[in-house]
C-alpha cells in the first residue's frame, strides 16, 4: 500500500468512532480497545452490569464496518452442536442417504457470545479451537470460519449463581479483558434524551471486510523498538513468582502471565499505535494496553483474596516498579 491509502484507512477508523457514536453516548475508552482488539486481530472479553449497552455497542459496530454478525445468548442448556453446526441426514434424487454438514452461528464476521459465563464447560470449550486456529473441526472434517473473524464475549460480574467461570486456558485466548463502567452524570442525561424519544438515530457503513483485513495487516507492520520488545519480556517475567524479583508478586501471586501476554501486549501497544495515527509503538502505547491484556492473566493466591487485594494492585505496584523505556 502506498502513503495515500494508508491514510484513507486510518481516516476510516476515526469515522468508525463517529458512526459508532451516532447511537452510543460516551464509552470511548471501551470502544477504542474494540478497535484496538479488532486491528490487532483479537478476541475481546467485556465485563460489565446489565444496562450499559454493551450489545448495542458491538452490534452498531458491527454494522458500521458491513460485517456479517451473530449473537448467541449462553444459557446451561446450550449445546456445541448449538453453536458450530450439525451434520443433518440427506437424501439425493436417487434416493441415496448422507449427511450434510449445516453450519452453526459460528461462521460469521462478528460474533457475540452474551453472558459466555452462564454456559456449562463443554459448551465453552467447543470455542476453543476457533478462537485460536479460526475454524472448527467437525466429523473429521475442518471447515474455516470467514475472514476477519471477531469474537466478543460479556459476562455479568454481579449474578453469580448458576455461572461458570471460564477456565484460564480460555481466558487467556482473548486478547483483551475490557471493564465497562457506568456512564458519568452528563452522558447518562444525554443517554436519557436519546433513547426515550421518537428518534433512532442510523448506523452509517464506514468500511468492509476488505478495509479491516489490510488493517490488520498493517497493525502487524507497526514498528516497534527491540528495547521496548526487552522491556516488556522483563514485565511478563516479573509477574511470575518462580521467576520475579518483586515481593509483592512472591507473596500474592499463584501463576504469572504466559508467553502469550507479551504477545497480546506488544500487537495491542500497535494497535493503540495505529489507532493514534502513528506507525510506530511509543512506550505509552504498551503502558495504556497493560491492564486489558494483562488482568485476566494473573492468577492470585488465597492470601490476596482474603485481604482483598485484585489483579490491578498488583499491576499498579509493578507497572511503577519496572519502567517501559
Known amino acids: 500500500m502506498n502513503e495515500e491509502q494508508v491514510s484513507e484507512l486510518l481516516s476510516k477508523i476515526k469515522e468508525l468512532k463517529k ?22 486481530s483479537g478476541h475481546v472479553l467485556l465485563e460489565g452490569v446489565p444496562g450499559l449497552a454493551k450489545t448495542l455497542m458491538i452490534q452498531s459496530l458491527s454494522k458500521a464496518l458491513d460485517f456479517s454478525f451473530k449473537r448467541i445468548q449462553f444459557t446451561p442448556d446450550l449445546m456445541p452442536s448449538d453453536i458450530l453446526g450439525t451434520e443433518i441426514l440427506q437424501e439425493d434424487e436417487k434416493g441415496r442417504r ?5 453450519p452453526g452461528p459460528v461462521f460469521t464476521n462478528m460474533l457475540l457470545a452474551d453472558e459466555i ?9 467447543a470455542l476453543l479451537e476457533l478462537m485460536q486456529e479460526y475454524n472448527i473441526t467437525y466429523a473429521g472434517k475442518k471447515y474455516d470460519l470467514p475472514k476477519p473473524f471477531f469474537l466478543l464475549a460479556t459476562q455479568n460480574p454481579i449474578e453469580q449463581s448458576g455461572t461458570f467461570p471460564l477456565p484460564e486456558a480460555q481466558v487467556d485466548r482473548f486478547l483483551l479483558y475490557i471493564k465497562v463502567g457506568y456512564p458519568s452524570e452528563a452522558e447518562e442525561e444525554q ?9 433512532t438515530p442510523e448506523v452509517p457503513v464506514i468500511c468492509n471486510a476488505n478495509d479491516i483485513l489490510k488493517l490488520q495487516k498493517l497493525c502487524r507492520e507497526v514498528h516497534i523498538d527491540k528495547g ?11 509477574t511470575r513468582p518462580d521467576t520475579s524479583s518483586e515481593s509483592i508478586i512472591k507473596e500474592y501471586v499463584d501463576w504469572g502471565a504466559g508467553p502469550r501476554a507479551g504477545q497480546a501486549l506488544i500487537l495491542a501497544a500497535k494497535g493503540h499505535a495505529l489507532l493514534n495515527q502513528r506507525y510506530a509503538v511509543i512506550p505509552e502505547d504498551l503502558e495504556r494496553m497493560i491492564y486489558p491484556t494483562l488482568r485476566h ?6 492470601k490476596a483474596v482474603s485481604e482483598k487485594m485484585e489483579v490491578t494492585d498488583i499491576l499498579s ?3 511503577k516498579i519496572i519502567k517501559i523505556v
Do not use: C
Not at 448422507?98 to 449445516?102: M, N
Not at 459465563?117 to 470449550?125: A, F, G, M, V
Open 117 to 125: 459465563n452462564r454456559t456449562p464447560p463443554k459448551t465453552q470449550s
Open 98 to 102: 448422507y449427511f450434510k454438514f449445516t
Open 228 to 238: 521496548l520488545i526487552s522491556s516488556v519480556t522483563r514485565l511478563i517475567r516479573q
Open 317 to 319: 505496584a509493578l507497572s
Open 19 to 40: 458512526a459508532v457514536h451516532q447511537v452510543i453516548v460516551g464509552q470511548d475508552e471501551v470502544l477504542d480497545q474494540l478497535i484496538i482488539g479488532m486491528l490487532a
Open 191 to 199: 443517554i436519557l434524551t436519546l433513547t426515550t424519544g421518537g428518534a
Open 297 to 302: 492473566r494473573l492468577i492470585l493466591n488465597f
